[in-house]
């Protein structure tokens, strides 16, 4: 990630989603030099509602127990990975898309499982994980595996959507150093179907020709590469210029990848539109881990 923090906070609730975080991680993390903070978060608000019930102080203590209990797991999770990690760890009373929203002002990245303990059945992509995706001040991964419950995915290129907007941009330069750091190729891809414009009301799809289109989106793409090779010249690039929505183009891209990066927002989104339908399909749906990025704030 290109930011002066070195830390990495990574959601734990004790799910096997959790672990799989905690792991990935733990080896980024390791390979990079960086100190990892596991955090949990009791949720202890909900103990109070209504003005406090009887015995909530036991329950807390009950809470905070447990929260130890999840965090020193995680640790020696972290550990096997890396004896010699800096490792810390945070048991806090707030909700856990507050309290990592709160970290993430201040930290490298953002880490989170695919689901959490409370989720429900057939949900594809936990609460917590979509709240701090779309809102995050920093990258987040939000770590899924094969098949989204399979083996987290150790081979494989990096994949980066690429569609000329600055979130996209930010997205290449967290692509090309992630690539560079793994030794493995960049594949970058662009679909040329996404091509859309604002109006008053709505957000439209133009679908122009492919014998119109093609030239230009190839000149985009090679255009919004070309420095970034010249400061990653170790990273090998392989470019994909696809007709089709870049969602279903990155989810099939996520069946080879190890990781795929994405900005937050892409071309169709609307203002104020916190996380693109790519972003969200990608967190949902993908075969791989994905990192979203969004661009650094102006000064």
């Given amino acids: 990630m290109m930011t002066t923090s070195n830390t990495v906070v990574v959601g734990v ?3 096997a989603g959790s672990a799989d975080a905690v792991c990935w991680a733990a080896r980024l993390a390791s390979g990079r030099g960086l100190d990892l ?5 009791l949720q202890a608000d909900s103990l109070y ?8 102080d036991v329950l807390f203590e009950q809470l905070r127990l447990e929260g130890d209990r999840i965090v020193g797991a995680a640790a020696e999770r972290a550990f096997a990975v890396d004896a010699a990690l800096t490792v810390r760890t945070d048991v806090r009373s707030d909700a856990a898309s507050a309290g990592l929203l709160d970290r993430s002002r201040s930290v490298r990245l953002i880490v989170v499982g695919r689901t959490g303990t409370g989720g429900f059945v057939g949900m594809l992509v936990g609460a917590t994980a979509a709240a701090v995706a779309s809102q995050a001040a ?12 399979g083996p987290v995915p150790l081979e494989g290129p990096v994949v980066v959507g690429v569609d000329g907007t600055p979130n996209s941009e930010a997205a290449i330069e967290v692509a090309f ?21 604002d109006c008053a009301d709505s957000t439209a799809r133009l679908m122009p020709q492919p014998a119109t289109l093609e030239p230009s989106e190839e000149r985009l793409l090679a255009q919004r590469l070309a420095g970034w090779q010249e400061k990653f010249p170790e990273v090998e690039v392989r470019r994909s210029l696809v007709r ?3 969602r ?11 990781l795929v990066v994405v900005g937050s927002r892409g071309r169709g989104g609307f203002t104020g539109m916190l996380l693109g339908s790519t972003s969200q399909a990608l967190i949902h749906h993908a075969s ?6 969004r661009p650094e704030p102006k000064r």
């Fill in 13 to 15: 609730d004790g799910s």
């Fill in 37 to 41: 903070e596991l955090v949990h978060c």
């Fill in 49 to 56: 509602y209504g003005g406090g019930l009887a015995g909530s």
């Fill in 138 to 149: 920093c990258p987040v991964a939000v770590v899924r595996g094969r098949h989204g419950d």
């Fill in 177 to 197: 150093d992630e690539a560079g750091f793994r030794g493995v190729p960049l594949v970058a891809v662009h679909a040329g179907d996404d091509v859309t414009y």
């Fill in 244 to 246: 089709d929505r870049p």
């Fill in 248 to 258: 279903h183009a990155l989810l099939a891209e996520s069946d080879r990848a190890q």
């Fill in 288 to 293: 791989c881990p994905v990192l979203v990025v």
